[in-house]
C-alpha cells in the first residue's frame, strides 16, 4: 500500500467539468500491440496468462467462477471485447486487419475458451451463517400517509439538529420536509431528485443544507447534476446554486481542507464512464471554484477525517464501478491530495457504501462495506454481496473478518442501537432476491457478543422497496431510530416476478423501542 500520484487541483468556475472516460483507460489497453504469446495449448495455462495480462490492466481480477458461463458470453465478454481491439457481431468476434493495436483474435479466443470451460452454469446461493429472526426486534413502524402516486423516493436525510426529515422523489423532483407528524412542507422544487443532503450550520448558526442533485438516475455520461444549498429555517430565500454540470453527483462531505477557516466541500460524482471527485471552495468574491481531485469515475461515497493526525482532513473514497475500490486521499497541505489505494474490488462486487467504526473495540477505525449494485451486465444474484467487515490491522490495513451474504446490499449503517456499549447494524438491499427471500431487504443485525451479530429480518418487504437509509434520534429519546425510502417501481432484474410491495408509501419510520 504505498503512497502513489500527486493530484493537484485543476480550476473549474462555473462551468463543466474536465472528465477522464473510463472507456479512455481501457484504450490504453487497445492502443498496445499484443505482445507475443505462443499458445501452449492448455486451455487453463493459457487463459489464466492471458487474462492476467490484459484484463488487469484497468481493474481488479474478475475470477472465472463469480460469473455463469452465459453471462460471461453473451454479455460481459462482448463488452469488454472493443476495450482490446476485438469486434463483436452477434455472438460472433472478429478482429479488424486494420486495427493493429489491442490483443490478436487467436488469444483473444483462448480468454473465451478459458471462461467457457472454467465458468460455472449456475452460481449457487451462499449459506447463511446465522439464520434470521423473523421479529420486530424492539423497532416500531411509523409511517406518513399514502401519496396519490407511485413513489420513487430517491433520498430520505433527517436533519441531527431539528429530527425533521427531507426527502425527493423522481417524479417531483421538488424537496419535501416533514415534522414529526408527518406532515408535509415543500422546501423548494429542484432541477432533479436530490440524493444526498448534508447538514450544516452557516456562519450566522442557520440550518443549511446541501443538496446533491444527480441529473439522471440511469448509468448515463449526461453532465447535469447540480449541487445547492438550500436554507432550512423558512422564509422564500431561493436554493443558492454551487455547482453544475457535474457527472450524477450522489454525495457531499464537507470540512476546512486548506485550514483557512472556511469550509470547503468535496462532490462524488459517480458518473458512468465519466466521472470524478470534486471540491468547492468559495472565494473572497462568494463565488464558487472547482477544482479537480481525481477523475476517476464510479465515486459513490467519501468520507472526511484527519487520518494521518497532521491536522489536516483527508478524503477517503469508494468507487463501486469499474476500477472498483477504498481509496485514501491524503492531503498535502500544499493545495493538493496524495491518493494511497487501501482496498480493490472485482467490478463484478457493485460496491454500494461504507464506513468506519470501531466494531471490536481495540481503538482501531474498522470497515464496515456492502456491495450489491445488480443493474449493469451481469443481472444475477451473486453470491459474495452482502455486508463485511474488516479489520484495521492497523495503519488503514484492512483485513476480512466477517461476512454475511445479502442478495444486491446496498447500504449498512452503524450504530448502538439497544445502548449496550457495542455497534449494531442496519442493512438494506435494493436488489435483493425479491423474489424467494425479500425478508433481505431489510436487517437488523444485533451485536450480541464482540463480532457476533443477530440478524432481525423485520418485516417490512411489503410497505416498499429501500433504496435510501438514514439512522438519527428522531424523538430525542437518546435512541438512534432508523428511515427507509421506498423506490417502489424500476430497476428489476428477476425474471417472472410481480411487485407486492405499497407502491404509495414513500417512506417509513422503524422506531426504536429497544429495551435496554
Known sequence: MKLKHTFLFTSVIFSGVALLSLSTVLDGCKSKTDSPYKLTGDTIADGKYLVEKHCTKCHALVPANTLTKDVWRMHVLP?????????????????????????????????????????????????????????????????????????????????????????????????????????????????????DASFVKDERGIDKAIISCIGRMDLVDFPNGRVFNVNLSGGKQAPEQIALDLPRPVQTVSADFDKDGKMETVICGQGNLKGGVFLLKQGADKAYKQFTISERPGAVQAVAQDFNNDGYPDIMVLFGSGDEGLTLFLNDKKGGFTDRELLRFPPVYGSTSFQLADIDHDGNLDLLYTCGYNFRDSRILKPYHGLYI????????????????????????????????????????????????????????????????????????????????????????????IILGNYASGFLFQPNFSPSWDERQPFIVLENHIKE
Not at 396519490?148 to 423522481?170: E, H, L, R
Not at 466477517?402 to 455497534?423: E, Q, R, V
Open 79 to 195: 463488452g469488454m471485447a472493443k476495450y482490446l481491439g476485438i469486434s463483436t457481431y452477434g455472438p460472433d468476434f472478429f478482429k479488424d486487419p486494420k486495427d493493429t493495436g489491442g490483443i490478436s483474435i487467436v488469444n483473444w479466443q483462448a480468454i473465451v475458451d478459458y471462461y467457457k470451460k472454467l465458468a460455472p452454469d449456475t452460481l449457487l446461493p451462499a449459506k447463511r451463517p446465522v439464520a434470521f429472526v423473523n421479529d420486530w426486534a424492539g423497532f416500531t413502524l411509523k409511517k406518513p400517509a399514502r401519496a396519490n402516486n407511485i413513489c420513487f423516493t430517491t433520498m430520505v436525510a433527517a436533519s441531527p439538529a431539528t429530527g425533521k426529515i427531507y426527502t425527493s422523489d423522481v417524479m417531483s423532483a421538488q424537496l419535501t420536509e416533514w415534522d414529526g407528524q408527518f406532515t408535509s412542507t415543500k422546501v423548494a422544487d429542484m432541477p432533479s431528485p436530490a440524493v
Open 390 to 481: 474488516y479489520k484495521n490491522t492497523g495503519d488503514l490495513n484492512f483485513k476480512q473478518t466477517w461476512f454475511y451474504p445479502i442478495n444486491g446490499a446496498t447500504k449498512a449503517i452503524a450504530a448502538d442501537f439497544d445502548k449496550d456499549g457495542d455497534l449494531d447494524i442496519a442493512t438494506i438491499a435494493f436488489f435483493a432476491d425479491m423474489k424467494n427471500n425479500p425478508a433481505e431487504e431489510f436487517i437488523y443485525f444485533e451485536q450480541e457478543r464482540p463480532m457476533q451479530f443477530k440478524p432481525h429480518a423485520v418485516p417490512v418487504s411489503k410497505y416498499g422497496r429501500w433504496m435510501t437509509m438514514d439512522v438519527s434520534d428522531l424523538n430525542k429519546d437518546g435512541k438512534p431510530d
